[in-house]
């Protein structure tokens, strides 16, 4: 069992910058992949990225690669996304999750935390 509680979101212009963070509980994330997720209003949740049980591999959706960059602390148990040149459309709640591999597909993650907002304003 772990829980996982983000934090970080906020406002933003339009090409800034924020750091999520996705503190995890109970076992470490370095038995699990984690990914991040997100859900803008009136939109089905869709994959950002995620990271490798390991940690050495990483894959992120076309629209934020090259932008986006998950990174984990397994001493501090943490799991971050930097977000940058952040635009409009990346407004959304942003989940954290974590899984038994890091795929594309919302099935393969057993936990999720409980969200948070990212609003990014032109």
């Known amino acids: 069992q772990v829980q996982l509680v983000e934090s970080g979101g906020g406002l933003v212009q339009t090409g800034g910058s924020l750091r999520l963070t996705c503190a995890a509980s109970?076992?470490?994330?370095?038995?699990?992949?984690m990914a991040w997720f997100r859900q803008a209003p009136g939109k089905e949740r869709e994959f950002v990225g995620g990271l490798s049980l390991s940690g050495r591999r990483s894959i992120y959706a076309d629209s934020v690669k090259g932008r986006f960059d998950i990174t984990s602390d397994n001493a501090k148990n943490t799991v971050y996304l930097q977000m940058n040149s952040l635009r409009s459309e990346d407004t959304a709640v942003y989940y954290c999750?974590?899984?038994?591999?890091?795929?594309?597909?919302?099935?393969?993650?057993?936990?999720w935390g409980q969200g948070t907002q990212v609003t990014v304003s032109s």
């Open positions: 999750a974590a899984g038994r591999a890091a795929t594309m597909d919302e099935r393969a993650y057993v936990y």
């Open positions: 109970g076992r470490t994330v370095g038995n699990y992949a």
